[in-house]
């Protein structure tokens, strides 16, 4: 995705300052780098950074300066630039010592293709950073720098429940080192992004909180109480006011990428350099059997490639698919979200109905072609 440059307002001594961005309407749904179509920069009236003590739903007192101290030696700034000479920046947390770093897709995508990556650390150390692998359809990354001292991987934490106090750390507009403070709002979000070449990426079992989250967050760490990462800040939304205009800055909506899922994808990327998902070789449309003609509540089978997945475990053209592994579903993004969560060979029960007959089957997800 393309972003206009976003960069460092305030940057650390002797880098020069990059231009404002222009200004612009936000889209409604904006990751880091959207296409310039759809956001040409964010305004911003306001960035908070909360340093004090804060209250828990579940430890009573959450020391936030003790967070800061903590996981912020382990982020970092990310600035991109493209082949045609495109700026933006982003941000990201190393993995490991040898100098693995995670981040979104979308924040170091521009460079794919005789660009450049390098990286900020907090220690004003500059670093030159090459691409490890991508998935453009979680929107997940893994570049690698080599450390000129010593680095301390961002540890993790276990899954967040509502109400926790979460910390966003990165650079939200260029502004490095920047701490927001918030509670995890909701669990189990599906929202799409955009990715590359105008596709979207799909966040599944997201992470909703309101702590701010703006452009150049993207790829930081969302903290918990002990300064560990429980997700991947990704996304914010946006909203217009009575007259219309785009409201400026975060309006505390934002979503973040499960931590157990940034893992699970990065040890991939790492290993391989890609990612294969899992796929049911089918497509689907939403319809609704019942009274309501506008809820949906089930899935039309519209297509079964020959001697796919599906097509080899039974299901057919016109099959209406009502639960996916024991979950009911009423929308293609379910389908996906089990395709991204599952490797090819993992198996998957499926009940459906054929000419009023209830039946279960089960398929053996292959790669994704």
């Not at 990286?119 to 004003?124: F, I, K, Y």
């Not at 691409?131 to 961002?154: F, Y």
């Not at 979950?327 to 000419?355: C, F, H, M, W």
């Amino acid at each position: 995705m393309d972003e206009p440059p976003t960069t460092d307002g305030v940057p650390p001594e002797g880098r020069p300052t990059p231009p404002p961005p222009e200004a612009g309407r936000p889209a409604r749904t904006w990751s880091d780098r959207l296409p310039q179509a759809a956001l040409a920069a964010v305004s911003v009236v306001a960035l908070v950074a909360v340093i004090g003590w804060a209250r828990s739903a579940d430890s009573g007192s959450c020391d936030a300066r003790g967070v800061a101290r903590k996981a912020m030696p382990s982020v970092v700034t990310i600035y991109v630039s493209s082949a045609q000479g495109a700026r933006s920046n982003g941000s990201g947390q190393f993995l490991d010592t040898a100098g693995h770093i995670l981040t979104n897709n979308h924040v170091i995508s521009s460079a794919v293709g005789g660009g450049s990556i390098s990286v900020l650390r907090p220690n004003g150390e500059e670093l030159t950073a090459t691409l490890v692998g991508r998935d453009i359809q979680t929107d997940l990354a893994v570049i690698s720098v080599t450390p000129k001292s010593k680095v301390t991987p961002i540890q993790f934490g276990k899954p967040p429940e509502v109400g926790d106090q979460a910390f966003a750390i990165g650079a939200p507009l260029g502004l490095t080192d920047t701490v927001t403070s918030g509670v995890v709002s909701a669990l189990g979000r599906s929202t799409r992004v955009p990715a590359d070449n105008n596709t979207t990426a799909l966040l599944t079992s997201a992470i909703q909180t309101d702590a701010s989250i703006n452009p150049g967050n993207s790829g930081g760490t969302l903290a918990d109480c002990e300064g560990k990462l429980i997700g991947v800040p990704t996304a914010g939304a946006t909203a217009d006011d009575s007259r219309g205009q785009p409201v400026a800055g975060s309006i505390g909506l934002g979503f973040a990428i499960p931590a157990a899922t940034a893992r699970q994808i990065a040890d991939r990327l790492m290993a391989d350099g890609r990612v294969q998902h899992g796929d049911f070789g089918l497509a689907v449309v939403p319809i609704s059997r019942g009274d309501s003609v506008i809820t949906p509540d089930a899935l039309y089978v519209s297509a079964v490639r020959p001697n796919g997945p599906a097509a080899q475990a039974g299901l057919r053209q016109s099959d209406i698919i009502t639960s996916v592994d024991g979950q009911a579903v009423n929308n293609g993004d379910q389908i996906q979200a089990v395709s991204l969560s599952k490797q090819a060979g993992a198996t998957v029960e499926v009940g459906y109905d054929r000419n009023g007959e209830a039946r279960k089957t089960t398929i053996t997800l292959g790669n994704q072609l």
